[in-house]
Nanobody, 125 residues
Framework: VQLQASGGGLVQAGDSLRLSCAAS????????MGWFRQVPGREREFVAA????????YYADSVKGRFTISRDNAKNMMYLQMNNLKPEDMAVYYC???????????????????WGQGTEVTVSS
């Protein structure tokens, strides 16, 4: 299973950014997917997850109402639309895949089956 995240960059507070995650075809058909983020010195934390069909989504409280996760299984892609970015959103963002979106929202990141490489988001105040 291969995941490739992209779309990070430098933005100002209040701006928007969309992250993308390209998945191998097997991932797109079989796994829930999600986004996590990590800042230096802290554990990787859950951001959002989406079920295989896209019918169910889960968000961290800190991003509810600002971030939207979506996926396009025909293109084997997952997205994270981030609006009204705040300095505290600055982190390296990782895409991930596992069997259950709901479990991804609560399990330790150490238990996540598949990871992509990170893409860095920098938010200036």
């Amino acid at each position: 299973v291969q995941l490739q995240a992209s779309g990070g960059g430098l933005v100002q507070a209040g701006d928007s950014l969309r992250l993308s995650c390209a998945a191998s075809s097997r991932t797109g058909a079989s796994y829930s997917m999600g986004w996590f983020r990590q800042v230096p010195g802290r554990e990787r934390e859950f951001v959002a997850a989406i079920s295989v069909t896209g019918a169910s989504t889960y968000y961290a409280d800190s991003v509810k109402g600002r971030f939207t996760i979506s996926r396009d299984n025909a293109k084997n892609m997952m997205y994270l639309q981030m609006n009204n970015l705040k300095p505290e959103d600055m982190a390296v963002y990782y895409c991930a895949a596992d069997l259950s979106a709901r479990e991804m929202s609560t399990m330790s990141s150490d238990s996540i089956r598949f990871w992509g490489q990170g893409t860095e988001v920098t938010v200036s105040s």
